[in-house]
């Protein structure tokens, strides 16, 4: 719950002074513990000026629970009782009156002289208009003021209704792709040996033997012709500059 304004204290301070607001938190263990609070009923005492009022409120709780609550009685019992309920969906919007010195055999002083409620559906009024009234004019809320024997002064808290967020879980979710696992053997110390009678050491073996013999071949013939002498000319080949003898 949250509080948005509170108003100035209208007429004056005389007789027995009460906050429905402070009471309200208070019984229920804190302002954060209160979602919203709403009027439900105004009772209200008047003949020719205003001699009580009493509001009856709707609390409601963080957990959902609604429960009923009633105020502090402002002012005395005098005049005749009026009793104004507010139906399902109907809000109290604004409070309006005056004040000014009014005098009878058991008070004199400033006294709140008349009262109209306007809410979401009609209007409703109390008291009665003297010479030198201050008028004033307020949001509807949960009052606070004082008064005896008459109601002598009237303030209002406007609370707004705690909004509790939205929780909003976002999961991002992402393909997992499994990745190959490549695991190397670590070389042994001490490597196997090579069988000398396998088939591929044999022919390794055979290879290496033909190959060298072929190379012994070539070289032979590469210098038998280098150096060979050719009979029919009397001559002797060195290389590659030919001798006559």
């Given amino acids: 719950m949250t509080i948005t304004i509170k108003s100035t204290t209208y007429g004056g301070d005389g007789g027995n002074s009460h906050n429905d607001f402070n009471d309200i938190i208070t019984s229920f263990g804190g302002s954060s513990n209160i979602k919203s609070i709403n009027i439900n009923e105004i009772t209200i005492n008047s003949g020719g000026v205003v001699d ?3 509001f009856n409120y709707n609390v409601v709780t963080m957990d959902g629970v609604s429960n009923n609550y009633q105020g502090n009685k402002y002012g005395g019992n ?3 009782a009026k009793y104004f309920p507010l139906a399902v969906g109907e809000q109290l919007l604004k409070i309006s009156g005056t004040s000014g010195p009014y005098t009878s055999p058991s008070y004199s002083g400033t006294t709140i002289l008349y009262l109209e409620f306007q809410s979401s559906d009609k209007t409703l009024s109390y008291g009665n208009h003297y010479p030198d009234e201050q008028a004033f004019s307020f949001p509807a809320g949960v009052i606070y003021g004082s008064g005896s024997p008459y109601m002598t002064g009237i303030g209002a808290y406007m609370v707004a209704e705690e909004i509790q967020p939205s929780l909003t879980t976002t999961v991002n979710s992402s393909a ?3 990745q190959p ?11 196997t040996p090579v069988n000398s009678n396998s088939p591929l050491v044999v022919a390794l073996s055979y290879t290496t033997a033909i190959l060298g013999l072929y190379f012994l071949i070539t070289v032979g013939i590469f210098l038998w012709r280098k150096f060979r002498v050719s009979p029919s000319r009397g001559s002797r080949s060195l290389g590659a500059e030919t001798v006559n003898l």
């Fill in 52 to 54: 009580g009022l009493q």
């Fill in 176 to 178: 997992s792709t499994a």
């Fill in 78 to 80: 005098g005049g005749s």
């Fill in 181 to 191: 696992t490549i695991t190397n053997s670590p070389a042994s110390d001490n490597p």
